[in-house]
């Protein structure tokens, strides 16, 4: 009896885990940049004393999206969205690179250019973008150049400045952080590249599929009842089995 309790006992807490990654991709349906996270388990057994012969579902590493999300107009000068494959490098709180898709960049009264949640952006070296104050116009290239004209200078004038750092890293060598951010397996910073183009004034929205999540919330939902039953059956079978022993 126990082998059937213990199958459905783990594999009803994967579906809780597989339940909890779905419906934190629905919430973040409308998150700029959000890739949607895939849950994975896989059948393990149990090895100790005596033979191997309990199994149980084991939570893997999960894996995420990388599809391309909707590309939406905005008209900022400040917001920008990767075209294509690519990566925005940002400052972590804890004070490492890390890589976003999230787009929507502000300028602080000190002059640094972050995301608008508070991460400093990178340029190719690797360090903080910091802008001449005050400034009249500024433009961000396709190629993550930015272009600058400070108050009082002519209409003709202006300047290019400091490069935001793009990367193009294989994805299957990044992995998503508790912050949302992605970063390399191996701990390294990545190479700058010039292949990542930006498109100005647009930002990317969230890859998941709203309806796909609610259907795979459900798919959940029925084998989570179906654990429960098997072990309500695995319960039923032991009394039984207890009441022919008595006999």
Do not use: C
Not at 171 to 194: C, H, M, T
Not at 206 to 216: L, R
Request: hydrophobic content about 40%; glycine content about 10%; overall charge negative.
């Amino acid at each position: 009896m126990d082998k059937l309790l213990y199958i459905a006992m783990s594999g009803a807490k994967e579906n809780m885990h597989s339940v909890a990654v779905r419906s934190n991709n629905l919430a973040n349906a409308n998150t700029t940049g959000f890739k949607a996270d895939m849950e994975q388990a896989r059948a393990m057994q149990a090895f100790g004393e005596g033979m191997p012969t309990r199994v149980f579902a084991m939570t893997e590493r999960p894996g995420q999206n990388f599809a391309t999300g909707p590309i939406q107009t905005t008209g900022r000068d400040l917001d920008v969205a990767v075209a294509g494959d690519g990566w925005l490098a940002v400052e972590s709180k804890d004070g490492g690179e890390a890589y976003t898709r999230f787009g929507s960049l502000q300028v602080t009264p000190d002059g640094r250019l972050q995301t608008s949640n508070g991460l400093n952006v990178l340029d190719d070296n690797g360090g903080p973008i910091f802008l001449p104050l005050p400034l009249e116009k500024m433009e961000i290239n396709k190629d993550g150049t930015i272009f600058a004209r400070l108050e009082g200078e002519p209409a003709n004038g202006g300047a290019e400045l400091q490069r935001i750092k793009t990367v193009l890293p294989n994805n299957a060598d990044l992995e998503k952080g508790q912050d949302g951010l992605f970063r390399r397996k191996d701990g390294q910073a990545e190479a700058a590249s010039a292949q990542v183009q930006l498109i100005a004034g647009a930002l990317e929205g969230s890859n998941v599929n709203p309806v796909a999540e609610m259907t795979h919330l459900i798919d959940l939902q029925r084998r989570f009842e179906t654990q429960l039953k098997m072990m309500s059956h695995a319960e039923e079978n032991d009394k039984a089995h207890a009441q022919l022993l008595r006999i």
